[in-house]
C-alpha cells in the first residue's frame, strides 16, 4: 500500500507541474498576445508623382501568395492533409521568385496580395516583401498584419512563431493607408494563437476632382463555423456604403473565403468531407455594387493533398477570389489567369476597371 500511495503522490506531482507549466505558458502567450486597434494608420513606403484621372484605363491584381509555401507539391493539415511545414526553404524562395516574375509581366497600376509572411517559422523567416515589391518597380506598399502569434503550439510539429498579413503596391503613392481590424470569431484561449483579420484600406487622390479611389485589401475568415465570415462581411458592406455615399470611388479585391451568389459556381461542386466555402448575398451590398468573379477558371485548390501528379477530375476546386465595385467604377473585364497553382494554392484575379 506505501509504494501505490507513493506512485499516486508522484503522479499526482506530475500533474501539478503539468497544469503549473500550462497556466505559465498560457500567461505567456496571454501577455504577449497581438492586440491590434481598432484603426491603425499605416506608414507607405516610397513615394510616386503618378496620379489617378478619370477615364483612364487601369488595372488591379489580388493574389493569395500562399506565404510562399503552398505550391503543387503542399498538402496542409487544416485542409485534411497532414503536413505542418510544406515546402523547404529553396522551394519557398523560387514559389516567390516565380509569383514575382508572373506579376511584373501583368504590369498592373494596383496589386492586392494576401497571405504574405515577415517573420514566420514556416516561410524560414523571410521578409516576403522585399522579394515581392519588385512586382511595381519604383512603386509604393503598405503592410498590416492579419496574423501575428508568439507562437503556434500545434500541430506536432508545432506551427511556431507566424507573422504574416496583407500587402497593397501601387504605381500611385496613396493619401493614406489604415489597418481596420475584422470582428474576430474566436474565444480564448483560442484567440491567442489564431488569426486578428483586418482590411487594409488605402486611399489615392484623383485629379480634378476632391473625390479618392478608396482601395480595400483582404482576407476574410476561413476555418470558422460561419459567424466569423458574416460579421466580417456586414463590417466590409457597411464600410463600403459609407465611402460611396460620400461620392468616392470603392474597389475591395482579395481571398472572399466565400463565393458570390450572382456568379454561377455550379462547374465547382464542394465534395462530402471537404472544406465549405460561406455565402455572401449580392444583395446584401444593394444596387450601388456590383459583385465579380471569373468562373471560367478556379480560383482555389484544396489542400487536402498534393496537386502535382494528381487528376483533375474529382479534385476540389473552389472560385472565391474576386472584386466589388462601386457604381461609379466601370468594370471593364474581370479574369482568373490561369497558372496552374504551381506556386501557390491560389490563381490570380486581374480586374480592369476605369473611374467614370
Wanted: glycine share 8%; with cysteine.
Amino acid at each position: 500500500m506505501k509504494v501505490i500511495g507513493k506512485i499516486l503522490k508522484l503522479l499526482l506531482c506530475i500533474v501539478l507541474v503539468l497544469v503549473l507549466l500550462l497556466g505559465l505558458a498560457l500567461g505567456v502567450f496571454t501577455a504577449a498576445e497581438y492586440r491590434p486597434a481598432e484603426t491603425e494608420a499605416l506608414i507607405p513606403a516610397h513615394e510616386t508623382d503618378a496620379v489617378l484621372e478619370t477615364g483612364s484605363p487601369l488595372s488591379i491584381v489580388s493574389w493569395n501568395c500562399g506565404y510562399g509555401a503552398l505550391g503543387d507539391n503542399a498538402d496542409f493539415f487544416m485542409d485534411g492533409g497532414t503536413s505542418v511545414y510544406t515546402a523547404d526553404r529553396q522551394r519557398v524562395e523560387a514559389n516567390l521568385a516565380d509569383i514575382r516574375d508572373r506579376l511584373k509581366s501583368l504590369k498592373p497600376d494596383f496589386l492586392l496580395l494576401q497571405e504574405l509572411d515577415i517573420n514566420s517559422s514556416r516561410s524560414y523567416g523571410l521578409d516576403e516583401r522585399t522579394i515581392l515589391m519588385d512586382a511595381i518597380p519604383d512603386g509604393t506598399d503598405s503592410f498590416a498584419y492579419n496574423f501575428n502569434t508568439l507562437f503556434v503550439p500545434y500541430p506536432l510539429p508545432p506551427m511556431g512563431h507566424v507573422e504574416s498579413g496583407l500587402f497593397t503596391l501601387s504605381s500611385i503613392s496613396p493619401l493614406s493607408a489604415e489597418r481596420i481590424s475584422l470582428p474576430v470569431p474566436f474565444s480564448w484561449p483560442i484567440r491567442l494563437f489564431n488569426l486578428k483579420r483586418c482590411l487594409l484600406v488605402s486611399r489615392f487622390p484623383v485629379k480634378d476632382t476632391d473625390k479618392e479611389l478608396v482601395l480595400i485589401n483582404l482576407h476574410l475568415e476561413a476555418y470558422d463555423s460561419g459567424e466569423g465570415k458574416e460579421a466580417q462581411t456586414r463590417q466590409l458592406v457597411s464600410l463600403m456604403q459609407e465611402e460611396y455615399a460620400r461620392g468616392n470611388y470603392v474597389i475591395a479585391g482579395g481571398d472572399f473565403n466565400q463565393r458570390f451568389t450572382n456568379i454561377d459556381q455550379s462547374a465547382y461542386p464542394v465534395y462530402e468531407g471537404m472544406w465549405q466555402p460561406g455565402v455572401i448575398d449580392s444583395e446584401a451590398f444593394g444596387n450601388d455594387f456590383t459583385l465579380l468573379m471569373d468562373n471560367r477558371v478556379p480560383t482555389c485548390r484544396s489542400l487536402d493533398r498534393p496537386l502535382a501528379g494528381a487528376s483533375a477530375e474529382g479534385f476540389q476546386f473552389y472560385l472565391i477570389d474576386g472584386f466589388i465595385v462601386s457604381a461609379n467604377v466601370r468594370a471593364d473585364s474581370v479574369e482568373t489567369l490561369d497558372y496552374g497553382f504551381v506556386s501557390t494554392d491560389h490563381n490570380p484575379v486581374r480586374l480592369s476597371f476605369t473611374l467614370e
